[in-house]
């Protein structure tokens, strides 16, 4: 027996089936791709960016693209590129982080409401009713300008309204997997029902939950960007593309990729999402579930 | 027979078990009035077509009846003495998965997709026997094998899409097995599988209870099945157990006109083939519009005024052998 164990070949983990299956999405593939680089670019900007994003040069205020400064310099001489390459912290910390945190609240809200149900589900399913009354954009730019300007005021906003797409999502996948006989089976194995919510339901609910954290990332840096830009978020000198975008519209004409170059991010960045989003809705779909999560 | 000594109180005794469900339309008494013992060692069929309340009785007796919309509403299981419908849920989840283990119909979706095959075989050994680490799956690796699934160290670290619905019912019995659990509840333990698997299967769970001297409590509306592995035999209709008898008594002379009927609608390849089946008429009773007195009399071909007027009670007709039904009748 043990050395039949010693020459087994080592089995691929779920989450790398799952990977293999998004790579064979060339959309995803693609989408993959560009987050690695808008990534790496985040985190090496320090060493990428051909200036400080920071420091002004009045003598050379909104000075078209050269070989000095590729995308030209803002209207207090900053450099564009730099600043653009630092813009992408901005983006990401703030759509990654927000999203985490509104996954958390939406999927420990949505698993309570779906697994307990009565009044639990009640009172969570109505206040999630209440908020999807709101426009999201809306909703929150009028939190941000309550809370006042500031990254992390958009954070919480965005939070307070994104849970409750996730709880939503959550509560349906409940509603179906606690029914299902391996759930019954788990209790007839005496398991306590916070064990059986926990290893049980919550895993096999995940799955419409990872599809839609890729889209809600894109979503997230969309709607900073927007909330950016209408001069809540991110407060000067801080660079992000919302901002830069809207401080670049002034000057169109004098700079154009002053403009063009934060909306090209944007652009970019979020498609890159949504075509990642795709790819694991595909990976995941429920219907392959029976036959695992890999078929040619 | 093989009734146990009669000092030995039965291992389960459960008496007078009613559920209720509420539905739109209003209240459905699934299982009404109940009573029956397992002994040690026993294997007992429960017998009954499809919403005769066969499966609502084995759920009940580990309260695993959801609620709402389901209701016990009256009745006790006593196991070893002590009445489950009365514990607390504390003590009724050290039974359940423990001392009394359920083995469930659908072997395509009574194991969770998502944690592997190792982790749920384990899951209530390390629940009820706090075994962890290296004995947990030497347990495990021990139990596979007992139910014959190929290199199961290997196998532990599999998740369930990997097996097929027969290896699977293997897992689920080894799972039911674990804890050398007192009973059994067996739940169409093989409809969704081929008749080959199924005799296997069974014949697992036949040796794998002998072994241990587990009672074994088997659901089905195969009566193939349960002239075959079963001691004793319930036939239910319409949430009642309308007869009672060791398998052999059942087969040699059944007594009620449904167990007679059911007989003589199934193929045997003991009697002339001459004899054609026997379907019997009607259809069962609407759960929500019983027929008055006893439910079988629409459909009974030996009944008389009074079947529709009272309910019979449970007589006793031969050792062993209990009818309801106010006629006597020789099959």
Redesign the interface.
Known sequence: ?TD??AI?PV?PS?ASLVLRAVLRHRLATYGLIVILLFCAMAALAPWIAPYNPYEQDLYAVLSAPSAAHWFGTDNLGRDLLSRTIYGARVSLLFGIGSTALSTALGVALGLIAGFRGGWVDGLIMRVTDAFLCFPPLIFILATSAALGPGLHNVVLSFTLFGWTGFARIIRGQVLLVRE???I?????????PHRIML??VL??TLAPVIVAVTITVGLAILAESGVSFLGLGVQPPTASWGKELRVGFTYLEAVPLFSIAPGLMITLVVIAFNFLGDGLRDALDPRL????PVRK | MTAAPAAEPALLRVRDLAVEFSTAEGRVTAVDGVSFDLNEGEILALVGESGCGKSATALALLRLIAEPPGRITRGSVEFRGHDLLRASAQEIREIRGNRIAMVFQEPMTSLNPVLSIGRQVGEPLRLHKALDGADLVERCVALLESVSISEPRRRLADFPHRFSGGMRQRVMIAMGMGCAPDIIIADEPTTALDVTIQAQLLELLREQVQRYRTALMLITHNLGVVARYADRVNVMYAGRIVESASADDLYAGPRHPYTIGLLQSVPRLDRPAANRLQPIRGQPPDALAMPAGCAFHPRCPFAVARCAVEAPASRRVGEGHDVACWVDVDG
């Open positions: 027996m039949i164990v087994v089995r779920g299902l006989p391996y019954e089976a788990a209790r007839a194995s005496g398991l306590t290893a049980h895993p096999n579930k029976g036959a695992g």
